[in-house]
């Protein structure tokens, strides 16, 4: 993860540093040697920091708070000072443009810090603790009549491995709130994992109280295989093989380009589910719809689920007569403000419900993630009702 960013990662802590070591520190007032080592000293030992973790072999660590408070760190020292930096050159050139007394990049750019520091410190603690109940309805004319008012709780992306020995109450308690609700199935969409099955054990006992009476079925993410591993390492596919016993042995029904039927009576509904199918080598698509629904009746109701929501638009509707999918994977980027994300310059569908005629697709922004840190959007479990419309 570091590796792929290094050379950026030192250009953003040299340059504040060197910027206000010769612009400001070495005037006569502030030239004495010990204020520039410890303007310095910060600097330097994220540099040392950031070498370290460039070395890495995987994506991340195995023990990922190693990651965490070098990025905490990160946006608490460096980033700030970048963006003061990068303020303060501006504020030169424009003071130079129209010969003005002062540089007001120097205020606009402590201003700035001063908003960054309250999005870190809210995000990485009320912001990750916060969890939400979203309710949608979806209607179909094709929704046997048994399943009208049918209530499906989806949760998606929780990466359990960024609940700490601190932090495992949160999942508890999200795991408490699923089951409260009560609903007829619970749905997980992938990303169970940040990159070892090693997560999921020290939390399987908390994630197998899931409990509904049509059962748990879930999917892959992309978090989910081996993929965040080295290509060397050779537990890449016994971790794999375990993700999928440990959600097995956890009473889970997890499809792999395949289905399941879920009866009321003379009616039914398909519940499928396809291998992540994202477009990239960090989400491989691996899905294939048609093994997925080999079988299933023309005219049967079909809810999908799908990790990587891209995969709706390209694979999903034009392949398929899936009425509702259920997907996650973008988190939103655990980053909204006034409704909307960077995420969007990605994905067409980021977070909400999305239609296309009388078809739909929910993406969840997820309960958990790789960082903990969300800024306007918090975890959510979704509650998904099945309406039947009449024609």
């Excluded at 708070?65 to 050159?89: D, E, H, I, K, R």
């Excluded at 989806?154 to 700490?164: L, P």
């Excluded at 093994?291 to 109701?301: D, Y």
């Excluded at 007569?321 to 988190?331: D, E, I, K, P, V």
């Amino acid at each position: 993860m570091i590796a792929r960013i290094f050379v950026y990662l030192l250009l953003m802590i040299v340059f504040p540093c060197l910027y206000v070591d010769m612009r400001y520190l070495r005037r006569k007032r502030f030239g004495r040697v010990w204020v520039r080592v410890l303007w310095w000293l910060p600097g330097f030992c994220m540099a040392v920091y950031t070498v370290i973790l460039a070395m890495h072999r995987d994506f991340a660590p195995a023990d990922t708070t190693v990651l965490n408070f070098y990025l905490f760190l990160l946006g608490m020292l460096v980033v700030p000072n970048f963006v003061f930096a990068l303020c303060s050159v501006v504020g030169l050139g424009v003071k130079k443009l129209f010969g003005t007394r002062r540089n007001y990049g120097n205020h606009v750019g402590l201003a700035m810090v001063a908003i960054h520091w309250y999005v870190i410190i809210y995000g990485s603690t009320i912001g990750f603790n916060k969890i939400v109940v979203r309710h949608v309805d979806y209607a179909s004319a094709d929704l046997p009549e048994a399943f009208d008012g049918y209530r499906i709780v989806q949760f998606s992306d929780a990466h359990v491995g960024t609940y700490s020995s601190d932090r495992d109450y949160l999942l508890a308690a999200a795991i408490d709130s699923i089951n409260s609700l009560r609903p007829d199935m619970i749905v997980f969409t992938g990303d169970l994992q940040n990159m070892r099955p090693s997560e999921v054990r020290q939390h399987r006992r908390v994630l197998s109280s899931l409990q509904a009476p049509d059962g748990v079925f879930s999917v892959l993410g992309n978090h989910d295989y081996a993929d965040y591993l080295h290509p060397d390492d050779p537990m890449r596919e016994p971790n794999c093989r375990e993700m999928v016993s440990l959600q097995r042995q956890m009473g889970w029904t997890l499809l792999r380009n395949e289905h399941r039927v879920v009866r009321r009576g003379a009616d039914s509904i398909v519940v499928a589910g396809m291998e992540n199918d994202g477009t990239s080598k960090r989400s491989p698509a691996r899905g294939d719809i048609a093994k997925t629904l080999r079988g299933t009746a023309p005219g049967a109701f079909v809810l999908m689920l799908q990790h990587d929501p891209s995969c709706w638009r390209r694979n999903i509707l034009p392949q398929s007569r899936a009425q509702l999918t259920l997907s996650g994977h973008t988190h939103a980027m655990q980053f909204v403000v006034c409704g909307w994300s960077p995420i969007a310059f990605k994905y067409r569908e980021w977070g909400g419900m999305y239609y296309e005629g009388d078809r739909a697709i929910n993406v969840s922004t997820g309960l958990g993630g790789f960082l903990p840190f969300r800024f306007g959007v918090p975890g959510e479990v979704v509650v998904v009702t099945l309406r039947r419309k009449v024609a």
